[in-house]
């Protein structure tokens, strides 16, 4: 149609006929995630594993057991080694009361022995007759003058060991002391006792000073 008749039609009235709609636009495809889709059997959720429990628990929901189960045997071993080893502590712990309550006795005891011995031993500063005898398991000796040296082989008079000095004391002295701390005890005399008992006792069986024991 001709611009004229065209113009022409439409001064008469006519309007143009509609221009044809455009075809609408096909829709983008929505994502695999959100296509809306059920999940098909066998796959599982992105970044959870299928079948296995979360947080470390098993499949059925209930704790699981590390390692296998003591048997009866073992318990009751672990048993007898746990007592064993609370009688052995135990034992070490009244051994070493035992011991401390002894060193304090011995501690009381020569406190004791050292007051009633105070001032009362007989040691002469001029006696020059070294009288041995054995005492803890080794040779010792005390200065005596002669009529001590008589009266110690009688038995009238002994010898108290104290703070490492060797004491002359009387034998009733001797007596006390030895009932306080008798280990105290250097020289008891049996004035009967024999030579082979007491070999010291005879001056001429004396070892002489220059011997070293």
Do not use: C
Not at 4 to 31: E, N, W, Y
Not at 129 to 146: E, L, P, S, T, W
Not at 153 to 166: C, F, H, I, K, S
């Amino acid at each position: 149609m001709s611009d004229s008749l065209r113009d022409q039609l439409l001064g008469l009235g006519f309007k143009p006929a509609p221009k044809p709609d455009k075809p609408a636009r096909p829709d983008k495809p929505k994502s695999a995630d959100h296509a809306g889709r059920k999940p098909q059997p066998g796959k599982s959720h992105p970044g959870r594993p299928h079948g296995k429990p979360q947080h470390g628990r098993p499949a059925h929901g209930k704790p699981g057991h590390a390692g296998k189960p003591r048997s009866q045997e073992e318990i009751d071993l672990a048993k007898a080694y746990a007592i064993r080893a609370q009688k052995e502590k135990d034992e070490r712990i009244e051994a070493e009361r035992l011991r401390q309550e002894e060193a304090r006795k011995r501690r009381e005891a020569k406190a004791k022995l050292a007051e009633l011995l105070k001032d009362k031993a007989l040691n002469d500063p001029n006696a020059e007759i070294a009288r041995h005898f054995d005492y803890g398991g080794k040779i010792k000796r005390v200065y005596v003058n002669a009529e001590q040296l008589k009266a110690l082989n009688a038995g009238e008079l002994g010898v108290v060991q104290l703070d490492g000095r060797y004491l002359l004391v009387a034998s009733a002295l001797l007596a006390e002391a030895e009932a306080i701390f008798a280990p105290s005890v250097a020289l008891k005399v049996d004035p009967d006792a024999t030579a082979e008992e007491d070999p010291y006792a005879d001056p001429q069986y004396q070892v002489p000073d220059d011997l070293v024991w």
